[in-house]
């Protein structure tokens, strides 16, 4: 009867959680609005304003009269019995967590605060969603959570004392394996009374397991005996305490250095002079205060990191989201560069006014929170390096001032750009034909006749809608990982659903080839490589179920590989070999709160790129002697037997060379003379020469 309860409550939930009608599109919602929870923890997110909004729980959703769902009056508390409510507020969505606060560990005799069975909690919650008496959402949740079986003892706080393993033994008795019993053989037991050990009398164990852990040594004069014993047993015997025993002393005892952390900070020459001797690619740049010079750069979770550090010779271009009430500013302009040489040098700082703000201004969709005045922030910054060989011989700035207002979100661009000296323009590059970490990756469409192509991922703004979202180029040697929301209907039709999602996708892969470097030839083919493409398999279902669709290509995988085929001016020169692009399906369910009448779901829909460096050249295949043999192999053994004779050579310079030679003629002769004087014919000699 308990199951068929149970099966009858899980059929009631998933009725509540399949597609319904009454709410509009707009309303607020819990996403998701129904969760099994089988953890001390939950999440979900409340999609709407949360000014004015109380969220209450509800424990015993389930009439157990009835077993219908109980309907929600707006009361009660954030708090209810073992269950807390905590909500974390946010622009637009609010992060609702139910906690439960009651000990997991199955009880103990005469426990309490504890489980009582495997399966701890079965329980249905509601979360509501109030504004004064009128409730804008619900969550339903149905608790399975089971206790936990890994320890079921009392966790004492006493801190046991380890014995110093150099002077004594760590386990005086390993065969006591049973606290608080008698372990049968076990003589050196504490818990064995002399009536028990006479039961097994003249059967404990022996040795180290059965106690005796620091048995006398062989070294020991006392340890003597008439069998196996040498001659000279008593001039070399030692005499000793067992507290010197070889049995211990295996842990060197010796003196403690601290630790030292390393700090932020490159460390400083104690001599005078120079800190530098040059920059290298891929160096970070240094400022007067030995620290990291820094422009605010995209991370790989996707968010902006305002203290990246800019690296030597690779050029960024960055574009960061940011609101009037969470604006910062970065680094200020009048910290000076180490030039690499040990000079530093001054920031040449040009500040404009942003005429069309449409580019980087984006209206919030929430409402302006008042008392904000506009303030004058920086719209866009550009950092033009002058270098030549390992230094830096100049920094101009280009900063774009503009006015940012309560309610609307900046788009914020920070781009470096390394120009070399001897160029003849200022805006020319190093001629280097390689990539180079921040480049755009050239794409081209070869059947078409104009072969401009484009290779884009989004960059989501506002509500994160695929609708109103943007695109930005993908840029080499950066892992990106981006995507936006799709809103589907629950009448959709599968078939066109997969169809609209494949388009959505595809349509940021405008290209077939993707170039090999920088400056490949449109005219030269040899210059591109193909874009590999595998088709998303989608699998023949029977028929679509309302509400869900199987095998929606939801994912969109671009995978670069790349490897560095030489180098110009000491600059890596990297090409593309290769690209790659696939599909990942998921199952997509039409999710809402109890009324779910014209409105639409959520799909988030995602492009992540992946750039794999290889080595230019494959790696030497191991010889047969290699795999067979190895102990010979120097790279896997301590003990190098092709290298005996090392010390003799040219590239050993621990010793002078003339005193590398004498001792190894020496060695020889006393290992010639070794092997004269073992020979029988030596002995025979020896005895005609004796007479």
Known sequence: MAAAGLGVLLLLLLLLAAPCAGQRHGEPVFQPSFIHMSGLRVNSFFLGDSSGVNFYIVVGAIDKDTGNVRVPICSGSERVGDWDLSVTPDAGASKVTVTFTRNLQLCLPNATDCCTAPLCVVETLQVLACSGSVMLAHLLIQAEI???????????????????????????????????????????????????????????????????VNPPFDQLCSTQ??????????????????????????FYDGSISAPRVPPFRIPVQASPGKLFTGYRPGDPIMTEDDEYFTIPQQSLAGHCVRNAPVAYLQDLDVKCLSEAASYKEGLPHDVRINSGTGDFIQQNVIYRTVTDVGK?????????????????????????????????EGVNVTVFLGSLCDG?????????????????????????????????????????????????IWQPA?????????????????????????????????SLLRGSVTEKLNSLIQATHVGKRRNSNDSNLNDWVEIIRL??????SPGDLKGICPDVPASLNIR?????????QGIPREEILAVQ??????????????????????????????????????????????????????????????????????????????????????????????AVMGSPCFSQVWEKFSV
């Open 146 to 212: 089971y206790a936990n079986s890994s320890f079921t003892g009392n966790v004492s706080e006493d801190m046991s004392v380890i014995p110093n393993q150099v002077f004594q033994p760590l386990g005086s008795c390993p065969c006591d394996l049973t606290d608080g019993a008698c372990d049968v053989r076990c003589c050196c037991d504490p818990e064995c009374t002399p009536d028990l050990k006479q039961l097994f009398d003249g059967l404990c164990f022996s040795g180290v397991f059965g106690g005796d």
């Open 360 to 392: 980087f201004i984006t209206k919030s969709e929430g409402l302006p929170t008042a008392g904000l005045p506009c303030q004058k922030v920086t719209f866009a910054e550009h950092y033009a390096f002058i270098w030549e060989d390992d230094n830096i």
């Open 535 to 540: 088709d998303p398999n989608i699998s023949a």
């Open 581 to 674: 692009i696939s599909y990942s399906t998921v199952i997509w369910q039409f999710q809402c709160s109890l009324s779910c009448e014209n409105t639409a779901s959520l799909l988030p829909i995602t492009a992540a790129v992946q750039f794999i460096r290889v080595p230019a050249q494959p790696p030497v295949p191991m010889t047969r002697f290699q795999i067979n043999y190895t102990e010979f192999d120097c790279e896997r053994n301590d003990v190098c037997w092709p290298q005996l004779l090392y010390p003799l050579t040219r590239f050993y310079t621990g010793e002078p060379y003339s005193r590398r030679l004498a001792a190894g003629l020496a060695l020889a002769f006393l290992a010639v003379l070794a």
């Open 560 to 568: 670069i590989i790349f490897a560095a085929v030489g180098a110009v």
């Open 225 to 250: 005996t008439t069998e196996y014993t040498p001659d000279w047993f008593p001039l070399l015997c030692v005499q000793s305490s067992l507290n010197n025993t070889p049995f211990l002393g295996y």
């Open 408 to 456: 609307e979100t900046l788009t914020q661009r920070f781009t470096a750009e390394f120009v070399s000296l001897r160029s003849d323009s200022a805006t020319e590059v190093p001629k280097n034909p390689g990539y180079r970490v921040g480049n755009v990756v050239r794409a081209a469409n070869m059947n078409a006749s104009d072969t401009a192509g484009s290779l884009r």
């Open 462 to 494: 506002g509500r994160g809608l695929c609708t109103s979202a943007a695109h930005t180029p993908v840029v080499f040697g950066v892992d990106s990982f981006s995507g936006c929301i799709l809103e589907v209907d629950v009448n959709e039709n599968c």
